[in-house]
């Protein structure tokens, strides 16, 4: 098959963004962490690329390091909150029964929060470090992709390929992964790249609400939050990790469709 | 129908129950209480003690849920520990602010999403797709406290056209609310287009690859036809759907804008008494926006067969 | 097109209303705008309150004391006032003519109803327990002796029995009238004595208070909460507005004449802007480094005393305040009467004394959890500076940011290894080294548990000679900087914006604006 060039650039993207966060594990052009208390709030220059923030950190060093965390807590969090719910759903959705209906009435009454209000409260519970933001947000974003599987796995239980799969002896898990499960990867493919891009600006509106990953480690979250007294007259700040967030987005939006497209089985049919 | 209308309304019931066991839990499991808040660093612990007890917060904890358990069932919120005011006439207050703003939004992101989104996925993979996609993603990754205050600064400030801070009820003045209400439905509605084009884009990607659009194609039927007869009208479908889960969340979540914008919502009224640990607002708005959530998605349910024709058909 | 075009017009027709409405409600009154960064709780005064509460209701009520400019304190409601020689009764004369809202004439029975009220535990003043057996003093018996004359008798003596009458927090223990409660005993709204009346309140939106036409003003100049106070604007409005920068753009556009509590950074960006004029007043609210002296590892005062030699005090104090505030280590505020060359003395850095000190404990890294908050930036600033300089000294410091409410509650409970802090405003030093001092068994959020400075800190409480007191607090501060409970950072700076045409405004110790005397340029 053919390599689109929609596939081709978010891939190019997702492939510097890796490359980012694993290069600034070994190197960054300065100690991100290191206070400069004569050199604040500099514009772009030879020697800060992309300039220094309000404690004369330099931002391309803060930058390259906010990507391996953001890239972290991003990828923690759709792996749990799609692992979860996942195997919520399906559960769910095969079993029917009383068991259905307690895990969804919960599943519901959790879906019936609003994301980022759930998440603070959790937050405030746990207490605002990583593991905090991972939880929260992954527990905030876990009932969606619960109900879009059980809703695939409903609506394809009774099928006649389904049905013939049991009646050839195959196992009820054998038929789930082998023939049910793949129908629900569309829609979790969709609800994954949506869920990377809000975890990366959740946290970011957390840190505007007055919580967040303990700074001085920086994020792109926490430092567009902290760039936003500075708008007016330091923009570099801002500018910075807000067109981080805004690439990596079209990037995996981009490779999500891509694998939609490869994984979806009424695709490969054709 | 009207049974049926029943029976989805009584299966709420054990979602709202539980939302309601796990809100008054949650609120409580949250370090710091409104009595500190209230007495700050200089809390006399004897002096804190009183004021406990006159707020009923000594009392064990299934106790308290007991007592506002059973006041809930009379509609009755309580009252705000920080204001004294009855919780349920100030959400339904503050819920107008709110409502319309996410309704007005929502409708404008809808109305540029879905033809955005069909025209995407009908030249999938081309240069439009890309465009489309890219500022689709581009709105939706933009924060949305930053692009308010974008919009404020350039509409407020730089041009002078619209008023910066404050806040008029629609009922003392229509112009006056709706000058007000520009800069936060906008900012809403650019970053809700993000989010809807691309629900939408998948949604008609779906529908193109069906039958009877290849059949309808092969009879002839020139292009634009079938885009505007075939394919929208199903693909409008699943959008509805998120449409309403959008709806839902937006009440709660609309917390950054109403901050940035000063407007005396539903979600800034929540995170305000989060922060200041006010227990029976903090369980009255929760409790309210999971039930707001819930009427909102079994509309869109009741709705959805005047939007999908196949349902509609069978 | 057609429908962009529709759009157009009606959008241009809303703006031209806006503007009609504008100019038609214009010069009828004067009106100053004010932005509040959250809404006030009550109109209640001394009891459901906070800072910005104080600071609205301090507009409308009044006491028989205030504060001055300097924290001693001045008459307000009284002329004058005697104390006997055994230091157990004062006698109040009462100004003449002093008018309440409605229009009555305050009398001797307004002030003892007033503080009857006050001391009737179903009040819920907040400063009862002062009057209570672990309090200041009893009060003993209040009588009109005369209709412009109170006596007001002790149970013992006591320095503290007008600064804390005077404390804003305790509403000012103001004299309000009967009609401010109903029949019932219930709080209505305040009719008050002061320069305005509170005027609407819009919960989440704003409180109006409106110029007072039959004030009766104090002859001397304007000090403190009192002096002369007559209003020069009809009514001052204080908008809600929690979001910092929204509040900037208000003030910029026009739509806002004063900012108070401004943040620092907002305070750089404003102070260049051209129609702004911007206020720096220091305040007496305090900024500290806070040890937990029972922790294990803090438990040894070398360790304390390295962070505090590793840390670059001015260089803190000049980042996080942007030169608006001084270092100071003492626990008394730089703007007390009784900071003297003793308080001065603090601490230097010095990286090598430090190093020899960590040396000595057997410190090898082991991290120290510092709690912070981001609801005060320069708290959460001088948090990420401390841990920055101590790191250079060796010290392991890891950040935990909590929001307000949660840190109150480790530091109510003691439960924490360190934490930047900020303490509101004392204004008797006795109290200062209250908010310190006192045994963690009973009292856990006390920081520094010491036996002889809390015998000091009585002594200093019962007598009123400022040579003996000082002596007091001069021993107390050599011995809190010897056990570093904490480190005191700096106090802060209160810091508004306002818009030129706003003429006559003065900031003071207190995180409160005050808006009688001001007036605005057309």
Request: contains cysteine; hydrophobic residues 50%; aromatic residues 8%.
């Amino acid at each position: 098959m053919r390599i689109r060039a929609n596939t081709a650039i978010g891939g190019i993207l997702i492939a510097l963004l890796g490359g980012t966060a694993l290069a600034a594990v070994a190197w960054t052009p300065f100690d991100p962490l290191r206070v400069n208390l004569r050199a604040r709030l500099q514009p772009p220059s030879a020697q800060h690329w992309l300039g220094t923030d309000e404690f004369g950190r330099d931002v391309l060093s803060r930058i390259m390091a906010g990507a391996s965390t953001s890239v972290l807590v991003a990828v923690a969090t759709v792996v749990l909150a799609v692992t979860v719910g996942v195997l919520i759903g399906s559960v769910s959705g095969y079993w029917r029964g009383w068991a259905d209906r307690l895990i969804m009435a919960v599943n519901d009454a959790l879906l019936a929060f609003p994301g980022i209000l759930l998440a603070l409260g959790v937050m405030i519970v746990i207490g605002a470090n990583s593991i905090g933001i991972v939880l929260a947000l992954a527990l905030a974003y876990m009932p969606s992709v619960a109900r879009v599987v059980r809703g695939t796995v409903l609506s394809l239980r009774e099928k006649e390929y389904i049905e013939a799969s049991r009646v050839l002896g195959n196992s009820e898990l054998y038929s789930l992964l082998r023939h049910v499960l793949p129908n629900a990867v569309a829609p979790v493919a969709v609800l994954a790249t949506s869920m990377f891009g809000w975890v990366l600006l959740a946290e970011s509106a957390l840190s505007f609400l007055g919580l967040g990953v303990p700074p001085p480690a920086p994020t792109w979250g926490n430092m567009l939050a902290a760039s936003r007294p500075y708008m007016e007259n330091a923009a570099w700040l801002s500018i910075a990790p807000g067109l981080c967030i805004a690439l990596t987005l079209l990037g995996i939006n981009l490779l999500g469709d891509a694998l939609r497209d490869r994984l979806d089985p009424r695709m490969a049919q054709r | 129908m009207i049974g049926y209308l029943l029976r989805r309304l009584v299966t709420t019931i054990p979602t709202l129950l539980i939302v309601a066991i796990a809100v008054f839990l949650l609120v409580r499991l949250i370090p710091g209480d409104p009595v500190q808040v209230m007495l700050g660093d200089a809390a006399d612990p004897a002096q804190a003690a009183l004021l406990k007890q006159q707020l009923g917060l000594d009392r064990p904890v299934p106790i308290q849920f007991l007592y506002w358990l059973e006041r809930l069932a009379h509609g009755d919120l309580g009252h705000s520990i920080t204001n004294g005011l009855p919780v349920l006439p100030l959400i339904l207050e503050r819920f107008q602010v709110s409502a319309v703003i996410v309704l007005i939004a929502v409708a404008i992101a809808a109305c540029i999403a879905v033809p955005a989104g069909l025209i995407a996925a009908w030249r999938q993979n081309s240069a439009v797709d890309l465009i489309i996609v890219g500022s689709a993603t581009l709105l939706l990754s933009i924060p949305s406290f930053w692009l308010g205050l974008l919009l404020l600064l350039l509409f407020g400030l730089k041009l002078k056209w619209l008023p910066v801070v404050g806040y008029v009820p629609f009922s003392e003045s229509f112009a006056g609310a709706a000058l007000f209400m520009v800069l936060p439905v906008v900012t809403l509605a650019m970053i809700e287009v993000g989010v809807l084009t691309r629900m939408a884009r998948a949604a008609s990607i779906e529908v193109l690859r069906l039958e009877y659009v290849t059949h309808a194609r092969a009879k002839g039927v020139p292009e634009w036809r079938v885009l505007a007869r075939h394919v929208l009208p199903n693909a409008f479908a699943p959008t509805w759907t998120l449409i309403g889960l959008v709806l839902g969340h937006l009440l709660g979540g609309i917390a950054v804008i109403e901050t940035v914008f000063t407007l005396p919502g539903l979600g800034r009224l929540l995170v305000d008494s989060i922060f200041a640990r006010d227990y029976p607002v903090v369980q009255g708005c929760l409790l309210f926006t999971a039930l707001i959530y819930v009427v909102v998605n079994l509309i869109v349910d009741l709705c959805y067969p005047l939007f999908d024709p196949r349902v509609a058909a069978a | 097109m057609k429908k962009g075009r529709r759009a157009h017009w009606l959008f241009a027709g809303l703006v031209l209303a806006a503007l009609l409405a504008d100019a038609a409600s214009a010069g009828a009154e004067t009106l100053l705008r004010a932005r509040l960064n959250a809404d006030i709780r009550s109109t209640d005064p001394g009891t459901n309150r906070d800072a910005n509460t104080d600071g609205v209701i301090a507009h409308v009520v009044e006491g028989l004391v205030a504060f001055r400019d300097d924290t001693s304190v001045g008459p307000m409601l009284a002329d004058s006032w005697t104390v006997s020689d055994d230091g157990r009764t004062y006698t109040f004369k009462l100004r003449q003519g002093v008018k309440f809202h409605n229009g009555a004439v305050m009398s001797a029975s307004d002030v003892v109803w007033s503080l009857e009220r006050w001391l009737d535990p179903a009040t819920q003043w907040r400063c009862l327990s002062e009057f209570g057996p672990s309090g200041i003093a009893r009060i003993e018996k209040i009588v009109a002796v005369d209709p412009q004359t109170v006596t007001v008798t002790l149970d013992q003596p006591t320095a503290l029995f007008l600064p804390t009458l005077a404390r804003p927090d305790c509403g000012q223990t103001a004299i309000l009238h009967r009609e401010s409660v109903g029949a019932d005993g219930k709080w209505i709204a305040p009719i008050g004595t002061g320069p305005f009346k509170l005027g609407e309140w819009k919960r989440g939106q704003y409180v109006d208070v409106i110029k007072f036409d039959a004030y009766s003003s104090r002859s001397e100049p304007r000090t403190g909460l009192t002096g002369a106070k007559t209003a020069a604007v009809d009514r001052v409005r204080f908008n809600v507005i929690p979001d910092s920068a929204a509040a900037k753009a208000g003030l910029l556009s026009g739509a806002l004449d004063v900012i108070m509590s401004l943040s620092i950074p907002d305070m750089d960006d404003l102070k260049t802007r051209p129609d702004v004029q911007v206020s720096a007043t220091p305040s007496l609210s305090m900024t500290g480094l806070l040890f937990q002296t029972r922790d294990p590892l803090l438990q040894d005062a070398r360790i304390r005393r390295a962070i505090a030699l590793a840390l670059d005090m001015p260089q803190i104090v000049d980042v996080v305040m942007e030169g608006t505030a001084k270092a100071n280590n003492s626990a008394l505020p730089i703007g007390s009467p009784f900071h003297g060359s003793v308080q001065e003395q603090g601490y230097q850095q010095d990286l090598t004394e430090a190093k020899t000190l960590l040396k000595a404990a057997g410190y090898r890294g082991q991290p120290i959890k510092l709690i912070t908050n981001k609801r005060y930036s320069f708290v959460f600033d001088a948090a990420v500076l401390v841990q920055e300089m101590a790191r250079a000294a060796g010290i392991n410091i890891e950040l935990e940011v909590l929001d307000w409410a949660a840190q109150l509650d480790r530091y109510n409970r003691g439960d924490y290894q360190a934490m930047t802090f900020i303490y509101s405003a004392r204004l008797d030093p006795s109290l200062s080294f209250e908010m310190l001092t006192g045994p963690k068994a009973t009292q856990p959020r006390k920081v520094w548990d010491n036996a002889e400075a809390q015998a000091m800190l009585r002594q200093s409480m019962l007598t009123s000679d400022p040579a003996k007191r000082q002596a007091l607090f001069d021993e107390m501060h050599r011995r809190f900087i010897a056990d570093v409970p904490m480190i005191v950072l700096f106090n802060g700076s209160e810091l508004t914006a306002l818009r030129k045409a706003v003429k006559g405004y003065a900031g003071w110790l207190f995180p409160q604006a005050r808006f009688w005397g001001v007036s605005l340029q057309p």
